[in-house]
């Protein structure tokens, strides 16, 4: 045993402090306690020799006779004495990391891991409820093992099997618990978790077992613990740096790092990690009292990654809700957003109005854009390199929040044909007409009209009932998408009839011709034309509507990005009447 750590080193304490170590040493649970709390306010001087007190309670030959008592116990409604010193010289140890003797380090860590793992494994399940619970067991592991694995020299220590699970195990307990100082989180095992730790079989099963089990658990923590630790807001009256900065940039860039391994991506968009991202731009893109390039960086990243998982347009939903055009404002701003820029320009340019299509978006994009516009008036943005984007940005957005306006008005997108396509009665509005109970996507003025087209549609009607189903959720989103669709073709109504003309000129014999409003480039919506294949079904039954509508319909097809890689392609027939057009389906 290292001299250091020998109980002898009290004999020449004070005659108070040392009948108190002695009582403490010999077990006395109030009188460990006590010293406990005196620790804290100890000079490192008196810290250094009252350590052994706390170490005897970790000696390593006691765990097999307490893992036998164990055995015949089920519940445990009252935590043995013995045990009780063990966790409370553990969290003393926790408190004096920077007072160990370096040469007895190991030896302390030797002592003190086996003391996590017998705590952990044979008795965290047996304790009842309300006599001490698992996470607070674990946060002292945490501070414990933060100090171990901070060392300048750790690797004896991050190399040992389950470490990881113990750390993850503690940054859980942390992150569940509000009280907990975001100091601890910030300086919790993230930092020893690398990128290539999830890319390693072995490690990454301990994190995520630690976590909770499941990707989903380790996604969920990832979430929860990013707002605990930004930095506060800096009061004007105190403008002095957050001296935690550094620990908490190490956290986030450590959290990001962790965050890029692809099978976490789907489960923490769906926890909200978008949200945290937004939050954590705008805490560092304005920053310029310390170096956040890579904070930046890396969050910019994940953000435009996350942005595009299925169904992207509620990703953009919750960004616009977090802050995300203010984000995006900042870090123009910045010295170094020339670093950024591509990314920048790709979210205005493509990723947010690329779902600028959706009711639900547009309606978070007004009180977003209010948000930012005192930032937008400022030097420093009008004279960035993002300015003219944005400006082509807040027209098209303009165009559609005045559409969504209208809309919610009843003005627009509120009527629609017959599908029989024989039918000429006047377009009804969307209330008044009977909707098929088998598909419920077609939509007639009368029985009458629903039974003459029967013979066609119901070769069709279970094929839309399936495509209905996968369609399940934009089932809200339909009825604004006609108008948007509508809007556009107005808009553009020439180049739409030239495209459809040049499509049939063409191929003269085909059945299906169509105009596709391709909305996947954000701004720029390309619209182009083309004939379907003459035995697509999509050919077979529309081409058939449109051969009996003698010229009343056309074929418009929207291509909507709802995910990476992933293009919804949405068939909404066009009825063309004397007094103008309005879509049917």
Request: charged fraction near 20%; hydrophobic fraction near 40%.
């Amino acid at each position: 045993m290292h001299p250091s750590l020998r109980i002898e080193n009290i004999a020449g304490l004070p005659v108070p402090t040392k009948l108190l170590a002695m009582s403490a040493a010999r077990g006395v649970v109030a009188d460990v306690d006590q010293l406990f709390h005196l620790m804290s306010e100890s000079p490192q001087a008196l810290r250094l020799i009252l350590f052994p007190v706390f170490y005897v309670h970790l000696n390593v030959d006691d765990l097999p006779l307490l893992r036998e008592q164990l055995k015949s116990v089920s519940t445990l409604t009252l935590i043995p004495d013995r045990i009780e010193c063990a966790l409370l010289s553990l969290g003393a140890l926790g408190g004096l990391q920077n007072d160990f003797v370096p040469e007895a380090r190991d030896e302390v860590w030797s002592s003190a891991w086996a003391w996590i793992q017998f705590l952990e494994d044979e008795m965290n399940a047996k304790i009842a409820p309300g006599v001490k619970s698992a996470d607070a067991i674990r946060v002292i592991f945490l501070r414990l093992l933060t100090g171990f694995c901070s060392n300048p020299h750790p690797s004896p220590f991050t190399s040992q099997p389950r470490i990881r699970e113990f750390l993850a195990a503690g940054w859980a307990a942390a992150a569940n618990d509000p009280e907990t100082s975001p100091l601890l989180l910030s300086c919790a095992p993230l930092f020893f978790f690398a990128n290539s730790d999830m890319a390693n079989p072995t490690h990454s099963r301990e994190i995520i077992a630690g976590a909770g089990g499941t990707m989903n658990h380790l996604a969920s923590l990832i979430v929860r613990t990013i707002p605990r630790i930004l930095p506060p807001p800096t009061p004007a009256s105190n403008p002095d740096p957050d001296f935690n900065l550094e620990h908490r940039k190490l956290t986030l860039i450590s959290i990001l790092k962790l965050a890029d391994h692809p099978p976490l991506t789907n489960h923490l968009a769906s926890h909200g990690i978008v949200d945290g991202l937004c939050q954590t731009l705008c805490a560092f893109g304005g920053s310029v009292t310390s170096n956040t390039s890579l904070v930046v960086s890396l969050t910019m990243s994940g953000l435009i990654n996350n942005l595009d998982v299925f169904p992207s347009m509620t990703r953009v939903k919750e960004g616009l809700e977090a802050g995300l055009l203010r984000a995006v404002v900042l870090c123009a701003c910045r010295q170094d957003a020339r670093d950024f820029y591509a990314r920048l320009e790709a979210l205005l340019v493509s990723m947010i109005p690329q779902a600028l299509v959706y009711h639900s978006v547009l309606s978070s994009m007004r009180a977003a854009l209010n948000d930012v516009e005192p930032l937008t008036g400022s030097r420093a943005f009008r004279e960035s390199k993002l300015f003219g984007v944005w400006q082509d940005f807040v027209r098209v957005t303009t165009d559609r929040l005045d559409l969504l306006a209208r809309f919610d008005r009843g003005e627009i997108g509120r009527t629609r044909a017959c599908d029989h396509i024989e039918c000429t009665s006047p377009v009804k509005r969307d209330d008044d007409l009977k909707q098929c109970s088998g598909c419920r996507s077609a939509f007639y003025c009368s029985n009458t009209c629903q039974s003459q087209d029967w013979a066609g549609h119901k070769k069709r009607c279970s094929s839309l009932l399936e495509q209905g189903n996968k369609l399940a959720y934009l089932s809200s989103e339909l009825k604004f998408l006609r108008a948007v669709l509508h809007h556009d073709y107005e808009n553009a109504r020439a180049e739409v009839t030239a495209k459809h003309s040049k499509a049939l000129e063409k191929d003269p014999n085909a059945l299906c011709a169509f105009v596709a409003f391709d909305y996947r480039r954000g701004l720029a919506v390309e619209i182009t034309s083309g004939t379907a294949s003459p035995n697509a079904e999509f050919t077979r039954y529309h081409g058939a509507r449109v051969a009996s509508s003698g010229g009343r319909l056309e074929l418009h097809v929207m291509a909507l990005n709802v995910g990476k890689d992933r293009t919804e392609w949405l068939v909404l027939p066009m009825r063309v009447e004397a007094e103008g057009s309005v879509t049917t389906h």
